[in-house]
């Protein structure tokens, strides 16, 4: 049974720092990886995909690495903005049941003006 | 391209009485996924429907709980008889083909009272 794992749960930075999330996932047969950013009583916006095939995805200032050996991916945010204050999840599609994202527990971001 | 719409965005049910939350996914998309969210937990798979077909109900309750996808017409996540357990935000998402990025909903809140 596939799990997600996101570190840290909570941060806090202040405006202008790079910034890395970290999504980890047990069973390395994803067909692909997705993070999404959600704001308080808000749906999921999503951010970048990656396919299994790919190592990295880049939208603006994100940018996301999947590494399926290991069992592990990134977001990478450059030059935080307090709008970017978020939960951030990442969710990989399994392939055995092709069926259903397996969805972290989210780190929650707060950039501090 | 209205995105995937979810009505409605807030629902109040006594216990025992019945909830209808309905899903119109993304134009031209074929595959809906509803995802449940309890308070202080995270995304949790339910069901997985194609037109007029359930591919994978393995996350649903096995009582109380259906989902129905017509060939005309929005997607249906029904629970009968709710209970205050039951109170979470559901979301709806929509993709084109199963392993394609997942677009969702804003949700439907359901507080049961």
């Known amino acids: 049974k596939q799990e997600v794992t996101q570190i840290p749960a909570a941060l806090s930075v202040p405006e202008g720092e790079n910034l890395v999330l970290n999504c980890s996932f047990t069973d390395s047969a994803i067909y692909n990886l997705q993070w999404f950013r959600q704001d308080p009583g808000k749906g999921l916006t999503s951010l970048l995909l990656i396919q299994s095939s790919q190592r990295e995805q880049t939208s603006g200032r994100l940018n996301a690495s999947l590494d399926k050996s290991s069992g592990r991916s990134t977001l990478y945010i450059a030059a935080s903005q307090p709008g970017d204050s978020a939960t951030y999840l990442c969710a990989g599609l399994e392939e055995t049941s092709g069926s259903r994202l397996t969805f972290g527990e989210g780190t929650q971001l707060t950039v501090n003006p | 391209n209205a995105g995937v719409m979810q009505n409605p965005r807030h629902l109040v049910r006594r216990r025992g009485q019945e909830a209808r939350l309905r899903c119109s996914p993304m134009?031209?998309?074929?595959?809906v996924y509803w995802y449940r969210q309890l308070p202080e937990e995270g995304l949790k798979f339910m069901v997985y429907?194609?037109?007029?077909?359930?591919?994978?109900e393995s996350g649903m309750p096995k009582e109380r709980f259906s989902a129905e996808f017509p060939k005309e017409g929005p997607s249906i996540l029904r629970i009968q008889q709710v209970v205050r357990g039951d109170s979470a935000a559901y979301f709806c998402?929509?993709?084109?083909?199963?392993?394609?990025?997942?677009?969702f909903g804003s949700g439907t809140r359901l507080t049961v009272v």
């Open positions: 134009k031209g998309h074929s595959h």
């Open positions: 998402a929509s993709s084109p083909v199963w392993t394609y990025g997942y677009t």
């Open positions: 429907l194609q037109k007029e077909n359930i591919i994978d």
